[in-house]
């Protein structure tokens, strides 16, 4: 089946500066990559996603990367606030949405020093 | 207000003891799924529902089951729960078109078996 790793588990970041948070799948038949951000709380809202039809996908300052040959996939924030602290947690899924199987990765506690 | 509601938030029950989370949407979503998370584990997918009348098992269905016959709830029940399942469950819904996909988590529930 398949299996999401996520890498770091922690990371600490200067406010301005830009996070980056990785992530692997072992199955070629994903096609479904979001990512959750989880603040303390609450629960998990979706903030990105991409599918395997598209390489690179950005919302303002969130952008996420996706090399299918690799089987990885990245988040990228740019310019942090205080406010990106948070866990993130990246998932794959075969489908081509949410509307199926989906394994998360273990997450990352992302922490913004002011 | 477009929102997932859970009930209960909090419950401490003891082994054996059958129970049902209950999880509605008001937002006429077709997908709704079940996850459990735990320290240093993340989130897992327990069922997940492409629709009415339409079920399929997760990551980590043991233990549980779901039915959906509406389409506004989707409960989680478990018929004898034992201390391992104590966890924080969410209940989610989702809508996807094309590119687009919306995703709602609820608020959280948190059992403790005894």
């Known amino acids: 089946g398949e299996n999401v790793e996520q890498h770091p588990s922690t990371l600490s970041v200067q406010e301005g500066d830009s996070a980056v948070i990785k992530c692997t799948y072992s199955?070629?038949?994903?096609?479904?990559f979001p990512w959750y951000k989880q603040e303390l709380g609450k629960g998990p809202q979706l903030i990105i996603d991409i599918r395997s039809n598209v390489g690179e996908k950005k919302d303002q300052r969130i952008a996420v990367t996706l090399n299918k040959t690799a089987k990885h996939f990245s988040l990228h924030i740019t310019e942090t606030q205080p406010e990106d602290s948070a866990v993130y947690f990246c998932a794959a899924s075969p489908s081509y949405s949410s509307a199926s199987k989906i394994i998360f990765g273990s997450g990352t506690r992302l922490s913004i020093r002011p | 207000e477009a929102q997932v509601t859970q009930n209960p938030r909090y419950l401490i029950t003891v082994t054996g003891k059958k129970l049902t989370v209950t999880c509605s949407q008001n937002?006429?979503?077709?997908?709704m799924s079940w996850y459990r998370q735990d320290p240093g584990l993340g989130l897992r997918q327990i069922y997940y529902s492409m629709n009415v009348e339409v079920t399929d098992k997760g990551d980590v269905p043991e233990g549980y089951k779901v039915s959906r016959k509406e389409k506004r709830n989707f409960p989680l029940i478990l018929e004898s729960p034992s201390p391992n399942q104590t966890s924080l469950y969410f209940c989610?819904?989702?809508?996807?078109?094309?590119?687009?996909?919306?995703?709602?988590f609820g608020p959280g529930t948190r059992l403790l078996v005894l």
């Open positions: 989610a819904s989702s809508f996807s078109r094309g590119e687009e996909e919306t995703q709602y």
């Open positions: 199955d070629s038949a994903s096609n479904y």
């Open positions: 937002m006429n979503h077709e997908y």
